[in-house]
Nanobody
Framework: VQLVESGGGLVQPGGSLRLSCAAS????????MRWHRQAPGKERELVAA????????NYTDSVKGRFTISRDNAKNTVFLQMNSLKPEDTAVYYC?????????WGQGTQVTVSS
């Protein structure tokens, strides 16, 4: 199993980034995929999730209306479009999924929102 995130970087407040997570080693289309983030000194938190077919999504309140999770099952990739970024969105972002209570994580990608 491998999850590889990309797309992070430094962006000014109000800017946008699109994160990608390329998956391999498992049947991607079977699983709900999630994005978590962890800011310095804080616990890791769930940001967004998308069901296996992409028919349902959910978001933590702080990102609703600004972030959009999507997936391409043909390319085994999940995305997180982040708009209207705020300094409090600064964190390492991880994609992940769970099988029988075991969570598989990517290595993370750093997002820094600063002027």
């Amino acid at each position: 199993v491998q999850l590889v995130e990309s797309g992070g970087g430094l962006v000014q407040p109000g800017g946008s980034l699109r994160l990608s997570c390329a998956a391999s080693g498992f049947t991607f289309s079977w699983y709900t995929m999630r994005w978590h983030r962890q800011a310095p000194g804080k616990e890791r938190e769930l940001v967004a999730a998308i069901t296996s077919t992409g028919s349902n999504t959910n978001y933590t309140d702080s990102v609703k209306g600004r972030f959009t999770i999507s997936r391409d099952n043909a390319k085994n990739t999940v995305f997180l479009q982040m708009n209207s970024l705020k300094p409090e969105d600064t964190a390492v972002y991880y994609c992940n999924f769970m099988v029988f209570l075991k969570v598989y994580w990517g290595q993370g990608t750093q997002v820094t929102v600063s002027s």
